[in-house]
């Protein structure tokens, strides 16, 4: 049964992509993403942005979660928020949207603002025509 993304599941959500934000290994840009993204089984499942010296290894807060989810053998995502230290909306970058939208063009996006601001949205909205094989 899918979850329902009701007001208590988004709360969990947000709750885990700002605890997942905490632990932001971002040495470089000191810019700290936390995301939490919700598996079809209900379970949350927890990413932060990780960055490298070389700086190419970076990856995103988005595609940790998702390789979290996948590693402990989600199969299919709903949901995904994602928790910026910004007080700004920041949008999920081009190759994150690209592998998330390889496993749901429908994927909820939920974007949180450092001072709490929400804006919701659905993935394959801002990635129209994205690379199918
Ligand atoms: N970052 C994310 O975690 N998600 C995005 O969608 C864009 C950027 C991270 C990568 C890097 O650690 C920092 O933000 C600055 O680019």
Do not use: W
Not at 71 to 98: M, Y
Request: charged fraction near 20%; hydrophobic fraction near 40%.
């Amino acid at each position: 049964m899918q979850p329902k993304l009701n007001k208590a599941v988004e709360e969990r959500m947000i709750t885990a992509a700002f605890n997942a934000l905490k632990n932001s290994h971002s040495p470089h840009s000191k810019f700290k993403v936390g995301s939490a993204i919700l598996g079809l089984s209900g379970k949350i499942y927890q990413g932060t942005n990780i960055e490298f010296d070389a700086f190419s290894l970076t990856v995103c807060a988005e595609r940790s979660a998702l390789f979290c989810g996948i590693s402990c053998g989600e199969k299919v995502f709903t949901a995904i928020a994602i928790a910026t230290s910004s007080n700004d909306f920041k949008f999920p970058c081009g190759l994150c949207r690209q592998a998330l939208v390889e496993f749901n063009p429908d994927l909820k996006v939920i974007l949180i603002t450092k001072n709490k601001k929400i804006k919701r949205f659905i993935l394959k909205d801002i990635i129209p025509n994205y690379f199918k094989l």
